[in-house]
Structures are given as structure tokens and as C-alpha cells.
């Protein structure tokens, strides 16, 4: 799950999204939005949102022959997810969600430093900080930062909201 770790990785980057990691974002969508959530896994994300009063259209996943490189369009105001953070998968992928709506992504928060990243940072209008996430349900935090960024294309520049 991250570089200070020799955990080994799940199939297919799958770790469900607790609610500590979902809440930094609520205050940042808009009451009621509709949201596509493309890379659902087993769907805790998605009830997270829902139980906050947003609004699911659509939920798909790899895990379960559903590849998010494959949506042409959505009826949603936004796509929300935590992604693979493999690059091999992440790289295609912001560019493809956030050319049809704005894309909210769930993060490793070191992520908007690296190289390879800066292209893609050019359409990140905002980054929430998530902080450390319990990401095996175990009660330890994790040993990566996280942070929702949100990317749309010729935003300009980049707020970055710190925790709290």
C-alpha cells in the first residue's frame, strides 16, 4: 500500500474506503450532489457518500468486469473514488474521468510532489488533506498521507486545504 512498508499489496490496489478517509471530503461537495463512482470495490465509499445524503448513479469496478477506462459518459455531476494508486493505472486514468466531469480522487497526499505527477497537476484545482488512514481495519494508521485532489481540466492553480 506504500513505500514505507513491505505489506504486500492486495489484488488490484482493493482497499475498502473507511469513513475516516470519506468525511475530509463531504464539506467539499455540494448538498445533493450526483456522483459516478467507478472504482467502487465493495462499495464502502459509495455508502459512506450516500449515508451523507449524495446522490450514487453509477457504481463500477474492475473486481467486478467493469474497467473504468471503458466509461464514455456519465448522467453524474462528478466521479468520486479511491483509485489504484498503481501509476500504471492512475496515470490513463485522471486524465480520461476529469476530461468528461470533475474528478475527485482519493490519494497518497505525497503524490502532487513527484515528477511524473506534474502534468496531471495542472488540472487539480484543489487538495484535501485525509492525513493517515486505517487502511487494513486494524486500528493502526497507515504509514502514507493521503488527501482527495480534485481535477479538472485548464483550472490554473492548485488550494490546498490542510487538515481540520
Not at 62 to 85: C, E, H, K, S, Y
Not at 86 to 96: E, N, R, V
Request: aromatic share 10%.
Amino acid at each position: 500500500m506504500g513505500k514505507r512498508t513491505n505489506y504486500p499489496r492486495k489484488d488490484n490496489d482493493f482497499y475498502a474506503t473507511p469513513l475516516a478517509a470519506a468525511e475530509p471530503l463531504f464539506p467539499f461537495l455540494k448538498p445533493g450532489i450526483k456522483f459516478d463512482e467507478p472504482c467502487s470495490g465493495d462499495g464502502a465509499l459509495v455508502e459512506h457518500l450516500k449515508d451523507a445524503g449524495f446522490h450514487c448513479v453509477n457504481s463500477s469496478d474492475l473486481i467486478r468486469g467493469q474497467d473504468a477506462m471503458d466509461i464514455t459518459g456519465t448522467p453524474a455531476d462528478v466521479f468520486i473514488t479511491n483509485p489504484p494508486w498503481s501509476w500504471k493505472a492512475l496515470d490513463p486514468l485522471i486524465t480520461h474521468l476529469s476530461d468528461m466531469r470533475p474528478t475527485w480522487l482519493l490519494l497518497n497526499g505525497d503524490l502532487m510532489h513527484n515528477i511524473r505527477m506534474g502534468r496531471h497537476m495542472k488540472r487539480c484545482e484543489l487538495v484535501v488533506s485525509v492525513g493517515r488512514i486505517s487502511w487494513h481495519q486494524n486500528g493502526k494508521k497507515g504509514f502514507e498521507n493521503c488527501a482527495w485532489y480534485l481535477f479538472r481540466p485548464g483550472c490554473g492553480k492548485t488550494i490546498f486545504y490542510g487538515r481540520g
